[in-house]
């Protein structure tokens, strides 16, 4: 395919990020990702919060739907997706880094799935209730309130995401959930060994479940890291098509457009409040690092990534796999079907 048929495909198609956590407060975030022709996105709500700071920040994203009526929608299933397309605006995916707002509570797992939370996370970089994150001393795995709230999520339909779980409870949750899962933004350690990249087995473990695997921009996960452009974010998308299959690969972003030196604090501490934490350099300044290959800095260039598959030899239909198939396919079946 040349580059117009390229460009024509990729307005076609229904193109989803599966994790961005960018400033949602930002003008210029709104029109990057329109301008880059995104049909979704899984916007981050929580991270460390507690079930009174999450439950304030979806209702300011129902202000943001209100406000921003010409250029966004909210999707609480596979058809909000679509309408997105139709309509010309992006679709928002409310989704949860952590399972903190719950608390000690599954009941607002209910609550939280009715206000049209679509996707949590089950652990954010360390210990919570339910499990060990990424960055924990030790992973014991799933908890038992960890097996009862992946077991509710499976009821409700809530897409469990596995990207900064633990090595032991990432695989916990592949066995106990009865609908596949997610691993919405990461790469494969055997590809660049970093503790946020997952294990070869849970990659393959996620595909043989049915699940998929985002492939992630940011550049402390691939080889070169802030030298790494497009080229090395497809070498990553490579790897883990030969580890899961073309049908279980997406794209999940990570990006942090516009979000002030706070933000980086706040999401590089211990639970949220001890900073500096024990997983994050010292005296390293997300604010000055090149945090995005050259080439997909911001959702703006979205473009370009289908052009780069293209130019590796992927099949158009295995572009449009990877750029929202897979996760429109995925969604479906966790969101919509029958556990």
Not at 86 to 105: H, K, M, W, Y
Not at 154 to 165: E, F, K, M, T
Not at 284 to 311: C, I, Q
Request: hydrophobic share 40%; net charge negative; glycine share 8%.
């Amino acid at each position: 395919m040349g580059p117009d048929a390229i460009a024509d495909r990729y307005r076609r198609s229904i193109i989803i990020d599966s994790l961005n956590v960018s400033n949602w407060h930002s003008d210029d975030v709104f029109a990057d990702l329109y301008a880059g022709g995104m049909t979704a996105t899984s916007a981050t709500v929580a991270t460390w919060e507690g079930f009174v700071e999450a439950a304030g920040a979806v209702a300011a994203w129902y202000e943001r739907f209100r406000a921003r009526s010409s250029q966004i929608r909210p999707v609480r299933s596979v058809a909000d997706i679509h309408a997105a397309k139709t309509e010309g605006r992006v679709g928002i995916i409310l989704s949860f880094q952590n399972a903190s707002p719950i608390e000690n509570d599954l009941r607002r797992l209910e609550l939280f799935a009715d206000l049209g939370v679509r996707v949590i996370q089950v652990t954010y970089h360390e210990q919570n209730l339910l499990g060990a994150g990424c960055y924990e001393a030790h992973d014991a795995g799933l908890t038992n309130f960890g097996r009862d709230a992946v077991r509710e999520m499976n009821r409700l339909g809530i897409l469990a995401d596995l990207s900064h779980v633990g090595p032991r409870t990432t695989l916990d949750v592949i066995e106990h959930s009865a609908r596949p899962v997610a691993i919405t933004h990461a790469n494969c350690r055997g590809y660049y060994d970093v503790p946020r990249n997952k294990t070869d087995e849970a990659v393959r473990a996620c595909a043989a479940r049915g699940g998929v695997i985002g492939a992630t921009a940011i550049t402390s996960f691939l080889r070169r890291g802030q030298a790494s452009t497009l080229s090395d974010l497809v070498e990553a998308i490579d790897d883990l098509v030969e580890r899961a299959g073309i049908d279980h690969v997406g794209f999940g972003s990570d990006f942090t457009q516009d979000q002030p030196r706070a933000f980086w604090r706040f999401i590089s501490s211990q639970q949220g409040t001890k900073f500096p934490s024990t997983f994050v350099k010292p005296g390293v300044d997300y604010t000055t690092m090149r945090m995005y290959p050259k080439g997909l800095e911001t959702p703006r260039e979205m473009p370009n990534l289908a052009a780069a598959l293209a130019e590796r030899g992927y099949a158009p239909d295995d572009i449009v796999k990877v750029l929202g198939g897979n996760w429109l396919r995925l969604f479906e079946e966790v969101w919509d079907g029958d556990a």
